[in-house]
Nanobody
Framework: QVRLQESGPGLVKPSQTLSLTCTVSGVPITTTDQCWSWIRQPPGKGPEWMGR???????GYSPSLKSRTSISRDTSKNQFSLQMNSVTPEDTAVYYC????????????WGQGTQVTVSS
C-alpha cells in the first residue's frame, strides 16, 4: 500500500524558509513513470500545484513559484522535500504531497496534509 506523510514545522516566520519533507512507503520514489508533487491549499482558496520531481530526478515548477521554490529527493530514505524561501503570510496553507503519472493531472495517492502558518 502506498502511503505519503508530510512533516515539517507548522509555523514559519515571514522572510524565512519553509521546509517540508514527504516520506513515502510502499513504493520506491524511483519507480518508473511516477512523479512526486507538492500541492498547497490556502484558506478559502482552491488547490495550487507547486512543483514536482519525477522518477528520473527531473523537476518542474509552477511558473509563479519557481523563483523561490526547490524540490529535492533522498532516495536512500525514500523521501522528497520542498523548500520555499522568502515566505509571506500569503504562503499560509495546508501543504500536501501527492503522486501520479507524468503528463497528466492526476494524483493517485495523497498525504494527509500539514498546516503551515506564516506569522511573526
Amino acid at each position: 500500500q502506498v502511503r505519503l506523510q508530510e512533516s515539517g514545522p507548522g509555523l514559519v516566520k515571514p522572510s524565512q524558509t519553509l521546509s517540508l519533507t514527504c516520506t513515502v512507503s510502499g513504493v520506491p520514489i524511483t519507480t518508473t513513470d511516477q512523479c512526486w508533487s507538492w500541492i498547497r491549499q490556502p484558506p478559502g482558496k482552491g488547490p495550487e500545484w507547486m512543483g514536482r520531481i519525477c522518477f528520473d530526478g527531473i523537476t518542474g515548477y509552477s511558473p509563479s513559484l519557481k523563483s523561490r521554490t526547490s524540490i529535492s529527493r533522498d532516495t536512500s530514505k525514500n523521501q522528497f522535500s520542498l523548500q520555499m524561501n522568502s515566505v509571506t503570510p500569503e504562503d499560509t496553507a495546508v501543504y500536501y504531497c501527492a503522486t501520479g503519472p507524468p503528463g497528466v493531472v492526476r494524483y493517485d495517492y495523497w498525504g494527509q496534509g500539514t498546516q503551515v502558518t506564516v506569522s511573526s
